[in-house]
C-alpha cells in the first residue's frame, strides 16, 4: 500500500491529477468510489495471514479503504510527507494528532491564537487527562523557548493564524522544539498546502481540515494527518484504528476528486483576495486591513520568506464597532455570512459573536479578537464583483 513511487519527481498539478491512483480491473479513467466497511477473504488461511500483516490487504473501512487510500496518497505526494492517515473531520485529525503522541504528564506548548475548537482541545480537553499545556503568544520566539519544560514533548501552531492572521516563523519554532527533543504540530488549514510547506520548514506533523480549501466547495468534511512512517506508524495509526474516527470512502472520493482542481482553484482564490485587499486597503470605513502579502501586514517580510502567497483570508477592523461590523454583513449581497472559510463562495464571519464567542471577553482582547473586527474568505467569484459588493456596502454605512 506504499505510494507511487513514479509520482516523486512530477510536478504539484501533475501530482494532484496522477498522485496515487490505482485502477481496478476495469480502468476506470476516473478514480472508482469503493463504498464498503469491509472486505471478504478468499480463504481462511489469507484472513488469518491480513491479520498478521503478512497479507498486504484490506480488512475494514476503519483501518483502511482503497479509496481514502488514494486521497492519502495523492495528499502525500503533495506534501512531501513520507505517510499521512485521513480522518473524518479537521478537529479529529487535530484530536487524534495531540492524544495519540501525547498522555498524562507530558508538556504541549501551543500557540495562543488557534481556531476555536483546537483552542479547547488545548487549553481545555488535555488538562483534563493529565497533560499540561501552556498557550504563548506564538509570534514571539523567546515566548516558545521560555515555556519549555524538562516534559515538553510537542509544539502546535497554525500561520497564519485565525482569525487575525498573524504569521508564526515556523522555521524558528521548529529549532526550538527540536533543541528540547520535542515535535512541531503545524495546522495549515489556513496557508493550504499550496502555499506553504510546513515539512520544508521543519515542522515534523502537518494537519489539515479538508473541509476548507481542499474540498473548497462546502460539501463536507474531512481531515488529514501528515508525518514520518516511524511517527505515524507508532503512534497514530493505531490511535486511528482503535478510536475510529475514519474518513467516509465518500468523503474521501471527492476530496480526491477535489485534489485535481486545487491548484487553480488557489490560484483564483489567492489573486481574488490580493485584489480585494488591494481595493479596500485605504478605505476610509476601515481602521485596518490585515492580509499577510499586504505590506502594511506586521510580519509582511516573514510572510514572503515562507509563503509563496497570501492565501484567501483577510481580516478587516472596521470603525463603529459591533453595529457597523453586523451592519457590513448584512448589507453584502454575494457575500455570505457563515462561520467557514475555503469555499468557492466568498464568506464573511464576525469571530466575537461566533466562532470565539466562548472566549472570555479578557482572552479576545489578548488575540485581539474586537468586536470591530470580521474575517473574509474570499472565493471564487469575480474579484470586480467582489469589490463592487463591498464598496457598495461600506458606502452605506
Ligand atoms: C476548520 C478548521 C479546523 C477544524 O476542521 P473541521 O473540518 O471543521 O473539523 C481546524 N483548524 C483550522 C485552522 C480550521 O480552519
Redesign the pocket.
Known amino acids: 500500500m506504499a505510494h507511487n513511487d513514479k509520482s516523486k519527481n512530477w510536478r504539484a498539478r501533475t501530482k494532484l491529477v496522477h498522485g496515487g491512483s490505482v485502477r481496478s480491473q476495469y480502468g476506470e479513467t476516473s478514480e472508482a468510489l469503493y463504498m464498503t466497511s469491509g472486505y471478504v477473504y478468499d480463504n481462511a488461511e489469507q484472513a488469518e495471514a491480513r491479520f498478521l500483516g503478512d497479507d498486504d490487504g484490506y480488512q475494514y473501512t476503519r483501518f483502511a479503504n482503497p479509496t481514502t487510500r488514494i486521497f492519502e496518497n495523492r495528499m502525500i505526494a503533495l506534501e512531501g510527507a513520507e505517510d499521512a492517515r485521513a480522518t473524518a473531520?479537521?478537529?479529529?485529525?487535530?484530536t487524534a494528532a495531540l492524544l495519540c503522541y501525547l498522555s498524562a504528564g507530558d508538556h504541549l506548548i501551543a500557540a495562543r491564537a488557534?481556531?476555536g475548537?483546537?483552542r479547547y482541545i488545548v487549553e481545555d480537553l488535555l488538562p483534563r487527562f493529565g497533560i499540561e499545556t501552556t498557550l504563548v503568544d506564538g509570534c514571539d520566539s523567546q515566548a516558545w523557548a521560555d515555556a519549555v519544560r524538562p516534559n515538553t514533548k510537542a509544539f502546535f501552531l497554525?500561520s497564519p493564524a485565525?482569525p487575525l492572521l498573524e504569521i508564526i516563523d515556523i522555521e524558528a519554532v521548529a529549532n526550538i522544539a527540536h533543541a528540547h527533543k520535542a515535535l512541531l504540530m503545524v495546522?495549515n488549514?489556513?496557508a493550504t498546502p499550496m502555499l506553504q510547506k510546513p515539512l520544508a520548514l521543519g515542522a515534523d506533523v502537518v494537519?489539515y481540515?479538508?473541509?476548507?480549501h481542499i474540498d473548497g466547495q462546502g460539501r463536507c468534511?474531512?481531515?488529514i494527518v501528515l508525518g514520518r512512517q516511524a511517527w505515524i506508524d507508532d503512534y497514530l495509526a493505531n490511535f486511528l484504528r482503535q478510536t475510529g474516527p475514519a474518513m467516509s470512502p465518500f468523503n474521501a472520493w471527492l476530496l480526491l476528486k477535489a485534489l485535481e482542481t486545487l491548484p487553480l482553484r488557489i490560484d483564483a482564490h489567492v489573486e481574488g483576495a490580493e485584489l480585494l485587499a488591494a481595493a479596500l486597503s485605504a478605505h476610509p470605513k476601515l481602521a485596518k486591513l490585515i492580509y499577510p502579502f499586504h505590506k502594511d501586514h506586521p510580519q509582511f517580510a516573514l510572510a514572503k520568506k515562507q509563503m509563496s502567497g497570501g492565501g484567501s483570508l483577510i481580516a478587516l477592523q472596521i470603525k463603529g464597532g459591533k453595529a457597523a461590523a453586523f451592519a457590513l454583513q448584512n448589507e453584502l449581497k454575494i457575500a455570505c455570512i457563515s462561520n467557514?472559510?475555503?469555499d468557492a463562495k466568498t464568506l464573511i464571519t464576525h469571530p466575537a459573536t461566533t466562532t470565539h464567542q466562548r472566549l472570555s471577553p479578557q482572552a479576545r482582547a489578548q488575540i485581539g479578537v474586537s468586536d470591530s473586527l470580521l474575517r473574509i474568505s474570499v472565493g471564487l467569484e469575480d474579484p470586480a464583483d467582489l469589490i463592487d459588493d463591498f464598496n457598495q456596502a461600506l458606502d452605506k454605512l
Open positions: 473531520t479537521g478537529m479529529s485529525a487535530v488557534l481556531f475548537a483546537c497554525e485565525n495546522d488549514v489556513f494537519i481540515s479538508a473541509t476548507k468534511l474531512g481531515g467557514n472559510l475555503g
